[in-house]
């Protein structure tokens, strides 16, 4: 077996794997199966993506890469903008937890989730209420 190296060092796979299967997530959201990586009903969802920004540092042994959290609603214009926002920060509190969690073999080590910037409200064309945050998450293999 190799070495782990940072190519392996996924940010967005483990927390979308850890929100997905997070009980306050599903809470915050109305029910499971509304956390992954694309836009999707059912509403409101919460999509996980690489962000825009980071730190690669060096890319020798830890980076802090940014990840994206966005919640969109319906396209009807529900839920609100202040309950999206409630969920949203639901949601990064949620993400938070992850670097406190037992490491498990074979994975990256998550030694911190931060924000990295401020909520953007960015509804999108298609009439769907949304925001999004980033969260800076430093890891290594």
């Known amino acids: 077996m190799s070495e782990p190296n940072l190519a392996d060092a996924d940010p967005v796979s483990a927390i979308l794997a850890w ?5 306050e997530v599903a809470d915050a959201l109305g029910g499971p199966g509304r956390v992954s990586g ?7 969802h ?19 890469p940014e990840v994206t959290l966005e919640v969109l609603g319906d396209p009807g214009g529900w839920p609100g903008k202040a309950e999206l926002r409630r969920i949203l920060l639901r949601c990064a509190l949620a993400a938070q937890e992850l670097a406190e969690a037992p490491h ?19 509804p999108l064309a298609t009439g769907h209420p949304r925001w999004l945050m980033n969260l800076s998450v ?3 293999p």
């Open 104 to 122: 498990v073999p074979g994975k990256p080590v998550i030694s911190g989730i931060k924000p990295s910037g401020l909520l953007l409200w960015a």
């Open 138 to 140: 430093t890891l290594h």
């Open 38 to 44: 694309i836009e999707e009903g059912p509403w409101p």
């Open 46 to 64: 919460l999509r996980v993506d690489h962000g825009p920004g980071g730190d690669l540092r060096d890319l020798r042994w830890a980076i802090s």
């Open 19 to 23: 929100l997905q299967n997070h009980p």
